[in-house]
């Protein structure tokens, strides 16, 4: 089946500790993209890129990195210098260009920080 | 840039009801809508969209009106059922060859049996 693989679903970590979350896709989509999700304050983008080698800072890309080494993957960094990083994390992606502009979801992570 | 608000942010409807969900935008160049939906511990789902060159677009039981003159777009759910309870996203972009959306902050749609 196609669609987006999150990993890990759930994730602790100690303070001043980086992380990095997994997303993989085999639906063949050129941009991708990572949100973070926090209660009453919806989705907010953090980076996304639209081809292989290339991102950009979304609105919250602070305390975070992404690479783009291969189309079918973006794992995304939380570093320690992020401030809050305790949040639900979502990972999509769309097709580049054509008439649909639907967002591919995968089903989260969530990290805690203790 | 862009802001979406959305409202209510809670809304608790009886079964056969109809919930209206309402959400307004800045940025006059956006010019396209989509509707998630998004159950719980799950990643949303696009449910229904709708573009600036229509000002109404209904799927079954659901519906999209636009306003582009107000700036304002709704949803409307006829006929709910509990399967219905989630929690709908609106958001809005501009539509550049990717979707850079901007999200509201989510209604939480409860059908009580």
């Known amino acids: 089946d196609g669609g987006i693989t999150q990993s890990p679903k759930y994730l602790f970590r100690k303070e001043g500790q980086n992380v990095t979350l997994s997303c993989e896709q085999n639906l063949n989509h050129d941009a991708m993209y990572w949100y973070r999700q926090d209660p009453g304050q919806g989705l907010r983008l953090i980076y996304y890129?639209?081809?292989?080698?290339?991102?950009q800072k979304g609105d919250i890309a602070e305390g975070y990195s992404v690479s783009r080494e291969k189309k079918e993957s973006f794992p995304l960094t939380v570093t320690s210098a992020q401030k809050n990083p305790t949040a639900f994390y979502l990972c999509a992606s769309s097709m580049r260009g054509g008439d649909t502009g639907e967002l591919f979801f995968g089903e989260g992570s969530r990290l805690t920080v203790l | 840039g862009e802001n979406v608000e959305q409202h209510p942010s809670t809304l608790s409807v009886q079964e056969g009801d109809s919930a209206v969900i309402k959400c307004t935008y800045s940025d006059s160049a956006s010019n396209y809508f989509p509707w998630y939906k998004q159950e719980l511990g799950k990643g949303p789902q696009l449910i229904i969209d709708i573009r600036s060159n229509v000002g109404e677009k209904k799927d079954q039981r659901i519906a999209v009106t636009l306003n582009k003159t107000a700036k304002h777009f709704s949803l409307h759910i006829t006929e709910t059922q509990p399967e219905d309870s989630a929690v709908y996203f609106c958001a809005a972009s501009m539509n550049t060859g990717f979707q850079k959306l901007v999200f509201g902050t989510g209604t939480r749609l409860l059908v009580s049996p």
């Open positions: 890129s639209q081809i292989v080698n290339d991102f």
